[in-house]
């Protein structure tokens, strides 16, 4: 980890320590995995409790810069843009070893819940605009309550990747991509004229 900050130090070992100990860890450990004190991960995160958070919201912040305001998506067509969407998702949750933790396990943890809530509602208010956008352009109905079906949207992405997450073996990302995605384009009475090139929301 040369040239890596502390508490960047810290937030990886502690990340691998999760992944080993499935979902348990402790600080001596973490601060021994990172080659710093203990005394440094207290300082920087303030209890073990603290540092699963600052995992989780790197995880988060991670997973944001892949899939959703950091991601280099199509632009062809609003369809084209949305169906790439849920393949970078779920193929980041498939390469990330961290992930069937995340939505699992840790998921219930009460440091967590604040972290997951945050990005959650991030989530939800750029989907209902998304949507909105969408509307706007004849894309979406303007039937379809956007706020409504972005939440649904979203717990039925989640509930069906902690599913994938944990099956042996795991379906196959490309084909649970066109699953999901032929989902949500029945949800959405999606029409042809949404995959026509030029109608970018």
Do not use: N
């Not at 502390?6 to 992944?19: D, F």
């Amino acid at each position: 980890m040369a040239g890596v900050g502390t508490r960047e130090k810290l937030i990886r070992a502690a990340e691998e320590e999760l992944v080993r100990g499935h979902g348990h860890l402790e600080m001596q450990a973490v601060a021994k995995r990172a080659r710093v004190s203990v005394g440094l991960a207290y300082h920087h995160f303030g209890s073990k409790a603290g540092l699963i958070a600052a995992v989780v919201e790197d995880f988060y912040r991670c997973l944001d810069e892949a899939a959703f305001s950091g991601a280099r998506l199509p632009a062809e067509s609003w369809t084209e843009r949305e169906r790439a969407r849920i393949g970078a998702y779920i193929a980041f949750h498939y390469a990330h070893p961290f992930a069937p933790l995340v939505i699992g396990t840790l998921s219930r943890a009460p440091e967590v819940v604040d972290v997951e809530a945050a990005f959650t509602t991030k989530q939800l208010a750029a989907g209902a605009f998304m949507l909105e956008a969408a509307q706007r352009d004849g894309i979406v109905p303007r039937d379809i309550d956007p706020h409504l079906t972005i939440s649904l949207m979203i717990g039925g992405i989640r509930q069906a990747l902690i599913g994938s997450l944990t099956r042996q073996p795991r379906p196959d990302p490309g084909k649970l991509t066109d699953d999901i995605w032929a989902f949500i384009a029945a949800a959405l009475r999606l029409t042809a004229e949404a995959d026509a090139p030029g109608r970018d929301a």
